[in-house]
């Protein structure tokens, strides 16, 4: 039995089903970044984490085991997300609660407060990656695995998160 608890890409229709089937190793080897598949791992180990109560340690030894094909450069950068998001996590959290007017994080839905607190971790760990790139990824992201609602929860999170800390200290 294992304890990894894995997030899929919602499902819009049988077509889409067939096709993500039938297009899936070439649209992950071909034109999904290494950026990009990074970002949608680290938001799947904070949602093991965070659902699955496991410590981080617990984490990262069940997922690689079942990801053990990543690539070093896609692996790299998520494991350095996943510390950020992790080592630093009150402080994420404040930031996004700040934020999220009238949202406790508790209250959000799983998959989008990983994916908030995976975009926050980015622009603390990386501040040189511009912040509307950040969001924009954070954004495919919720639409590949999240509610086509939580598309503005999450941009309009992180744009408000982003301003702040473009502020001078």
Same mark, same amino acid.
């Given at each position: 039995?294992?304890?990894?608890?894995?997030? !899929?890409p919602?499902?819009?229709?049988?077509?889409? /089903? /067939?096709?993500?089937? /039938?297009? =899936?190793?070439? =649209?992950?080897?071909?034109?999904?970044?290494?950026? !990009?598949? *990074?970002?949608?791992?680290?938001?799947?180990? /904070?949602?093991?984490?965070?659902?699955?109560?496991?410590?981080?340690?617990?984490?990262?030894r069940?997922?690689?085991?079942?990801?053990?094909?990543?690539? #070093?450069?896609?692996?790299?950068?998520?494991?350095?997300?996943?510390?950020?998001?992790?080592?630093?996590? @009150?402080?994420?959290?404040?930031? &996004?609660?700040?934020?999220?007017?009238?949202?406790?994080?508790?209250?959000?839905?799983?998959v989008? !407060?990983?994916?908030?607190?995976?975009?926050v971790?980015?622009?603390?760990?990386?501040?040189?990656? @511009?912040?509307?790139?950040?969001?924009? $990824?954070?954004?495919? &992201?919720?639409?590949?695995? *999240?509610?086509?609602? *939580?598309? %503005?929860?999450?941009?309009?999170?992180?744009?408000?998160? #982003?301003k $702040?800390? %473009?502020?001078?200290?």
């Amino acid at each position: 039995m294992t304890d990894l608890i894995v997030l !899929r890409p919602r499902q819009s229709g049988a077509n889409n /089903l /067939l096709c993500s089937k /039938l297009n =899936h190793h070439f =649209h992950n080897n071909f034109f999904m970044g290494t950026r !990009r598949k *990074s970002r949608e791992l680290v938001l799947q180990m /904070l949602f093991q984490a965070d659902m699955g109560k496991q410590t981080v340690d617990h984490v990262q030894r069940t997922f690689w085991a079942e990801h053990a094909g990543t690539s #070093a450069d896609v692996r790299g950068f998520a494991e350095d997300l996943f510390r950020v998001a992790t080592d630093r996590g @009150p402080e994420i959290d404040k930031l &996004i609660e700040r934020h999220a007017e009238h949202w406790r994080m508790e209250r959000m839905a799983a998959v989008d !407060r990983n994916l908030l607190r995976a975009g926050v971790a980015e622009f603390l760990a990386y501040p040189e990656t @511009p912040r509307a790139v950040v969001i924009n $990824e954070s954004l495919e &992201i919720a639409r590949k695995f *999240s509610s086509l609602e *939580s598309v %503005q929860f999450v941009n309009g999170v992180l744009d408000s998160v #982003a301003k $702040e800390l %473009q502020k001078p200290a």
